[in-house]
C-alpha cells in the first residue's frame, strides 16, 4: 500500500474517550503512513499537564512520546492556545505550534482527515 498523507484532527476536550482514541489510531497509522495529530479549539487541552488520572482517564503522555518516535507530527494550533491562555505540557517529543493557516494547508494536503 502507498504511504499516504493522513491528519487527525480533534476539537473536543480530553475529557472523554476521544483523545485517547484518536490518538491510538494516529500512532497505529503512523507504521505505514505520514501521519500529523493536530489539536484545535478545545482539542489543545488535550496537550496541557491536565492530570487525567484524577478522572480516571488513562495518560496519553505514552501514546504522545511513541507517535513522536513514529515521526507523527503532533500540532497545536496557535490562536487557541493563546486564547485559551494556557501552557502546553513538556514532553520528550517536538509539540509544534502552527497558525490556522499551517493547519489549513496540512489538511488540504492530506489524503485523508479524520476528524474528532
Not at 491528519?7 to 472523554?16: A, C, E, G, H, Y
Not at 503512513?33 to 491536565?50: A, N, P, Q, R, S
Not at 489538511?107 to 479524520?114: L, M
Request: a negative charge; aromatic letters at 8%.
Amino acid at each position: 500500500m502507498a504511504k499516504k498523507k493522513v491528519s487527525f484532527v480533534l476539537k473536543s476536550n480530553p475529557f472523554s474517550w476521544k483523545a485517547f482514541e484518536s490518538l491510538r489510531q494516529a500512532v497505529g497509522l503512523s507504521m505505514e503512513h505520514e501521519v500529523y495529530f493536530i489539536c484545535m479549539k478545545d482539542g489543545v487541552y488535550t496537550l496541557t499537564d491536565w492530570k487525567p488520572q484524577m478522572l480516571g482517564i488513562d495518560p496519553i503522555d505514552k501514546s504522545v512520546e511513541a507517535l513522536g518516535m513514529m515521526d507523527g507530527k503532533i500540532v497545536a494550533e496557535e490562536e487557541a492556545v493563546r486564547e485559551r491562555g494556557i501552557m502546553l505540557k513538556k514532553f520528550p517529543v517536538e509539540i509544534e505550534i502552527k497558525s490556522k493557516e499551517e493547519i489549513t494547508e496540512i489538511i488540504q494536503d492530506s489524503e485523508v482527515v479524520i476528524t474528532w
